[in-house]
């Protein structure tokens, strides 16, 4: 699975913006998709995950009520939406995907070693 992440950039605090990551290479509708971010200096860190068709996402507490995953199949896409955002969201976001449908599991789907495919991250910036 090939992955390619785009939609960052530098905006202000409370503003939105929308990733987007297209995926090729593999039957999409049947992987499980995730973004991750890493921030300067830190781990990478879970942000949400997806499904294969939609229908379970998983949030990291940090983001949750703020930030929204969601996929097309038809056009291999999965978007993560983001609202409300803040300094501390600053990070280069990834997205990854993996073919283990168990992966979603709530115990395991945080878990960078859950998904084998990444793309190249996409850097957002957020201004205070």
């Known amino acids: 699975v090939q992955l390619q992440a785009s939609g960052g950039g530098l905006v202000q605090a409370g503003d939105s913006l929308r990733l987007s990551c297209a995926a090729s290479?593999?039957?999409?509708?049947?992987?499980?998709m995730g973004w991750f971010r890493q921030a300067p200096g830190k781990a990478r860190e879970f942000v949400a995950a997806?499904?294969?068709?939609?229908?379970?996402?998983h949030y990291a507490d940090s983001i949750k009520g703020r930030f929204t995953i969601s996929r097309d199949n038809a056009k291999n896409t999965v978007w993560l939406q983001m609202n409300s955002l803040k300094a501390e969201d600053t990070a280069v976001y990834y997205c990854?995907?993996?073919?283990?449908?168990?992966?979603?599991?709530?115990?395991?789907?945080?878990?960078?070693?859950?998904?084998?495919?990444w793309g190249r991250g996409t850097q957002v910036t957020v201004s205070s």
């Open positions: 997806i499904s294969w068709n939609g229908g379970m996402t």
């Open positions: 290479g593999h039957t999409f509708s049947s992987v499980i």
């Open positions: 990854a995907a993996d073919t283990d449908r168990a992966n979603l599991h709530r115990t395991v789907v945080h878990h960078t070693s859950a998904y084998r495919y």
